[in-house]
């Protein structure tokens, strides 16, 4: 009978050694490529784990399921930063548009600018401001407030332009400064063939919810970048329809 009950109990410690190391592994290949579906799904797996660790007096495997679950909230902070972040920053709205500026105007007259700088393959970053405002995430910068014209985005943006390298920011339909320095994206997922000017655009709109429009100095190419998403646009009717269904539901609120 003792005989019986060493074997259970090895058994046992060696089911409970299995299920360690198995655990370790699927987590550290879960948590390379992590997203938020995923974490929900590992704070599932750990809370049912946990319990059936309890069940079956696998002390091993239980201390584990407790450490992680002691600090979840720790790692739920450090991973979500960036979103706790932007959820802080929707306190301070953004003002409401001036009711004398028609949106539908500006974005036509950014659509000129971004179709006569990728044609001249004229670098230009330009960020509209939606209901979150963008001052506190910007660095360096010129006071313009003017009226947004294809002419006044050109020439800001000609290489003899000593605020060319900066990003235009648009707030309330008016063009209120130039040459601004945002933040770069720290996801390591991003393509390091990107240059500055991409990487600053989704370093921003991964903090704010701004819709962020990149001209590509080396292709030409025209992108806009929201929330830290890159979309390369073909043509200037497709940046205008993309910029309308992004920026005029927000901006009329």
Not at 11 to 31: E, G, K, N, P, V
Not at 110 to 123: D, E, N, T
Request: glycine share 6%; hydrophobic share 50%; aromatic share 6%.
């Amino acid at each position: 009978m003792n005989f019986l009950l060493q074997d259970i109990g090895v058994l046992r410690d060696l089911l409970d050694l299995s299920l360690t190391a198995l655990i370790i592994s699927r987590l550290s290949r879960l948590l390379k490529g992590i997203l938020a579906l995923r974490i929900l799904a590992v704070i599932t797996a750990l809370s049912a784990g946990h319990l059936l660790a309890r069940f079956f007096s696998l002390q091993t495997v239980q201390l584990i399921f407790d450490t992680f679950l002691a600090s979840s909230v720790v790692v739920l902070a450090v991973i979500f930063q960036t979103d706790i972040r932007r959820g802080f920053a929707t306190l301070t709205r953004s003002r409401a548009a001036d009711p004398d500026i028609e949106m539908s105007d500006v974005i036509d007259e950014l659509v000129f600018a971004v179709a006569g700088l990728s044609q001249k393959r004229i670098g230009a970053l330009i960020v509209i401001e939606r209901a979150i405002q963008v001052d506190n995430y910007l660095a360096v910068g010129t006071d313009i407030d003017a009226k947004v014209t294809s002419e006044l985005i050109s020439s800001i943006f000609l290489p003899y332009s000593p605020i060319h390298d900066g990003a235009v920011i648009i707030q309330h339909g008016k063009l209120t400064r130039a040459g601004c320095f945002l933040p770069l994206t720290q996801n390591p997922e991003v393509s390091k063939s990107l240059g500055t000017r991409h990487r600053a655009a989704m370093g921003l709109s991964e903090l704010v919810d701004a819709v962020v429009i990149v001209v590509s100095e080396e292709s030409g190419t025209a992108s806009v970048v929201v929330d830290g998403k890159k979309t390369d646009v073909l043509d200037p009717p497709a940046l205008g329809k993309l910029l309308r269904r992004l920026v005029e539901p927000r901006w009329l609120k």
